[in-house]
């Protein structure tokens, strides 16, 4: 079959608090706070945070939604592990890091022949390190996390799931996937396209009661794949309905991205995702990435009412601005992303419409 997937993406967390997300994120997981700015939906203010390596590499991207407002449930027909590559013998560094944080982790185990080890975020999320020597990504460093251990970027993420079929049949028909192996309740997929961080695991859980869809504190809520072109992203959508998946999403205009969603037969929320020229340097400069909110365009005259609504957040020293960094967005973004703005096809913009009191 024709695919259009090229790998992973991002993935999006609901975590709790902003600041706690922030700490545990750049302090714990040694990642570059790479974006801040807001859910493009609904009508409260919420964060979107996102981190990666040092050049926010599109399969790098951890998305935040700091939702303290609401807790959601863990379960299956959800991701249930962000899954992260380091070099081979680092799981070692990583499990006294975690000691030193008095972060809660589950020790050296082992799947598919390889180390990894498990950590959980103060929300409850689940994040691991697996040892693979092979990604060349450019990883994030800080104080204490240095170049020889740190994270290169996403090995892929494990979903929960009940049934393994209809999810299988979902990634090989309508995604492209390749069943590469099973260990134990795990079920391995290859993500088609080359370079790393392209596997997925499927965990088979036919017990464990089905966790929250929505928004809520302490879940995943979706995992997105990069299919590069508008274009592709109309293509895979007639794939999806061709299949019978007709809950597929219009493309939405996510300002660094567009995106096109569907809920998998396993209950996991998929985004395809196409880049926009400029990317994430779009509107900030690659050594001030992270350092203020932006907002996209069309959001910016209710910035105020924005900004009282959210949390505020201090960003980690490591994420500051060196001496000598470009201090204006690049020049040419605002051309881009009016090209960009103005696809050849249909593309839905969500408005921003907050209510202005506190509840
Ligand atoms: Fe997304």
Known sequence: MQ???????????????????????????????????VLMDGTIPIYHLYYGNAD????????????????????SGQLSCTSYTVPKGATT?????FDAHGAEHGGVQERFGTKYLRVRHPAGLLFEMIEDSSDQRNPWTTKQVSRDVGTRGFFGAVLSVRDVRDQESFFVDALGFRKV?????????????????????LHHEPDRAPGSWGFGAGTAHHIAFNVETDDALVKQKAIYEELGFTDASEVK??????????????????????????????????GELGTKLHLPPWFEEQRAAIVSRLEPITVPEENRPKSGA??????????????????AIPVSRTKAAFEKSKK
């Open 3 to 37: 695919t259009f997937v090229q790998g992973v993406h991002h993935i999006t967390l609901c975590p709790g608090g902003a600041q706690e997300d922030v700490d545990f994120f750049t302090q714990v997981l040694g990642q570059r706070l790479v974006k801040q700015t």
């Open 56 to 75: 926010a590499d599109v399969g790098s991207i951890a998305t935040s939604f700091p939702y303290a407002r609401k807790p959601g449930r863990a379960g």
């Open 93 to 97: 560094f990583w499990k006294g890091h």
């Open 181 to 201: 192996g099973v260990d134990g309740p795990y079920h391995r997929f290859e993500v088609p396209g080359t370079g790393a961080g392209r596997f997925l695991d």
């Open 253 to 286: 205009d996510r300002f660094y991205f567009h995106s096109m969603y569907v809920r998998s037969p396993g209950g996991i929320l998929v985004e395809c995702t196409a880049n926009v020229p400029g990317g994430f340097y779009q509107d900030e400069a690659p």
């Open 326 to 343: 470009k201090a204006a967005p690049r020049p040419a973004a605002a051309a881009e992303h009016k090209a960009a703005a103005e696809p």
